[in-house]
């Protein structure tokens, strides 16, 4: 019995011990480098270390495949982004990363835009400024009788900050810096609520209105954005073909492991102990964490929690979005078209609405999906917070089926323009995707820019130089850019953080 009963306590001390950081029964698998996330900037970071890393370097990446928020699905036999979607035509970079990976990019000929706000159907912001009599009453703010007003709004707000740069300080709340100079231009704090309230009608994102967004950072990455022009291109294919050319490219050349995610990180004697989701463990000279903030903060270990306490963390602003696409028999939007433009480009490709939850419509402009007999459309594209928590309720109330009934009324009121009514029928399928961050800006509460946030996710903890962070999500400037993914990679290469030692 003695016998029997200190082997029971030796073996429960063995299965103990088992259970320490680093004791596991089988020896844990080396990487000389380890990229923690198969999205665009893990996947593009692979691509550009797998020569000099080889088999050293290993992928890893949580889901059962690759591509993150750049990931299209299949719907009537196409593949249609629940991400990421095209280029846009002053994307240099990526551009020339396409001719490098043979994606083939589609130009797209230019079509309307359909507005519905306050009850009305339009398609230039010009048709809704009637809508304020004060402001109407105001008249231009500049000299150029061509320019827009919703234009020469975001023209005073880029420029005042510009030539005042404490304002972001003294205005850190995005809201309060466009009230601030909404009324220093107008005189009148009526006239520039009217104004606020146009502009931010005549915007198709809402998030930076109703999230606390910072001032400063905010204009950092408007600064860019004004550098984009009005065409895209879409990836033949789908903007996955990105992420699969570029797999191709590596996939024999470094370890991938698939659904097996970074569960636990923790310093071991010879870099650092990575513990999976599959379970296994591995242990890396380099760890490079390409997962942005909101899947970060599900990683667990000591050195995680303090990159997350780190004041440049917690600027990090997540932006939640809901994408619900669609694929219909016949193309019903093709009757929508704007009055007063006959030609070709007076199409509908685009309908956006701050009125209803059915706020960003998107039809399909790749030229391979439109010649399918079936279509799909980009039903709603919602970065509003009141939005998403009505889709996701819907979806998990009443299933899909219900946010289906729901999609389908808001199309027929958003499209439902006097001069051209139509009916929208019952579609072939719909499928939701919720992104807890479809991109991120910065918090109010930030006391660093865009580029000081970028430059501190290089080495985000300062005895670890070999614990690097990347991705679009700590590449403030570019947010919902995939372009911000290959930005970061490019520059963590150029520290030479990645140069192998050997
Ligand atoms: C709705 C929407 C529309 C967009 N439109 C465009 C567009 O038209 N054009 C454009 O260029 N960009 C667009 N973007 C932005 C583009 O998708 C992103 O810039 C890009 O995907 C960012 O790449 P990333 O690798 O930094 O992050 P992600 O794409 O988020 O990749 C992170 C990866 O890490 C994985 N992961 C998470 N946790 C773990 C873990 N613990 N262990 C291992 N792996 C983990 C995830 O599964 C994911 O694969 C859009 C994004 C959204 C959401």
Redesign the pocket.
């Known amino acids: 019995m003695l016998v029997r009963k200190s082997f029971l306590a030796w073996a429960f001390s063995l299965f103990f011990l088992l259970q320490l950081p680093g004791l596991s029964a089988e020896k844990p698998e080396k990487c000389e480098l380890a990229v923690?996330?198969?999205?665009?900037?893990?996947v593009y970071l692979s691509y550009r270390l797998a020569d000099s890393y080889g088999r050293g370097l290993c992928l890893?990446?949580?889901?059962d495949h690759?591509?993150?928020?750049?990931t299209d699905e299949e719907l009537g036999g196409a593949f249609v982004g629940t991400?990421?979607?095209?280029?846009n035509e002053k994307q240099d970079y990526?551009i020339e990363l396409a001719r490098e990976l043979g994606v083939t990019l589609e130009a797209v000929p230019q079509r309307s835009q359909l507005i519905f706000y306050k009850g009305v159907h339009g398609y230039a912001s010009k048709d809704f400024v009637a809508l304020y009599p004060r402001l109407k009453a105001f008249g231009p703010l500049d000299d150029d009788p061509n320019t827009a007003l919703d234009d020469e709004l975001w023209s005073l707000l880029s420029s005042s900050i510009k030539q005042d740069p404490e304002l972001g300080k003294k205005y850190p709340l995005l809201n309060d810096y466009i009230l601030h100079v909404f009324e220093a231009r107008f005189k009148d704090r009526n006239t520039a609520e009217d104004a606020f309230s146009y502009f931010r009608g005549m915007n198709r994102f809402q998030a930076e209105f109703k999230l606390p967004t910072a001032t400063a950072n905010y204009f950092e990455y408007i600064e860019k954005e004004n550098e984009t022009g009005p065409e895209n291109f879409y990836p033949k294919g789908g903007?996955h073909t990105f992420v699969k050319r570029m797999d191709e490219a590596v996939h024999d050349k470094i370890r991938i492991f698939l659904k097996e995610?970074?569960k636990q990180l923790e310093k071991a004697p010879e870099g650092y102990e990575l513990r999976t989701t599959a379970g296994n463990v591995f242990v890396a000279g380099k760890v490079v964490l390409?997962?942005?903030k909101v899947?970060l903060s599900?990683?667990g270990g000591g050195l995680i929690a303090e990159i997350r306490k780190a004041p440049q963390f917690e600027s990090i602003l997540p932006v939640p979005?809901v994408?619900i696409n669609q694929l219909w028999k016949d193309a019903w939007w093709e009757k929508a078209k704007d009055p007063n433009n006959t030609s070709a480009s007076g199409q509908v490709w685009r309908a956006w609405s701050s009125d209803s939850c059915v706020n960003h419509v998107e039809i399909p402009q790749e030229a391979y999906l439109s010649e399918r007999e079936k279509k799909p459309t980009r039903s709603v594209?919602s970065d509003d917070p009141n939005c998403n928590a009505l889709w996701t309720k819907l979806f998990y109330e009443k299933g899909i089926a219900g946010v289906e009934e729901e999609v389908v009324k808001g199309l027929q009121e958003v499209f439902n323009h006097p001069k051209h009514p139509l009916k929208v029928p019952k579609p072939l399928a719909t499928t939701f995707h919720y992104?807890p961050a479809?991109?991120y800006y910065a918090h109010k509460n930030s006391k660093y820019s865009n580029a000081e946030i970028a430059e501190w996710s290089r080495q985000p903890l300062k005895d670890h130089p070999d614990l690097m962070l990347v991705?679009?999500?700590y590449w403030l400037d570019r947010p919902?850019?995939?372009?911000?993914?290959y930005f970061s990679a490019d520059a963590l290469i150029e520290s030479r953080k990645l140069k192998r030692q050997k």
């Not at 991400?83 to 280029?87: E, I, T």
């Open positions: 923690i996330g198969g999205g665009p900037a893990g890893f990446e949580i889901s690759l591509g993150g928020r750049m991400g990421a979607r095209r280029v990526v903007m995610g970074l390409a997962i942005p899947s599900k990683v979005i994408v594209y992104w479809g991109w991705g679009e999500g919902g850019w995939s372009e911000g993914a």
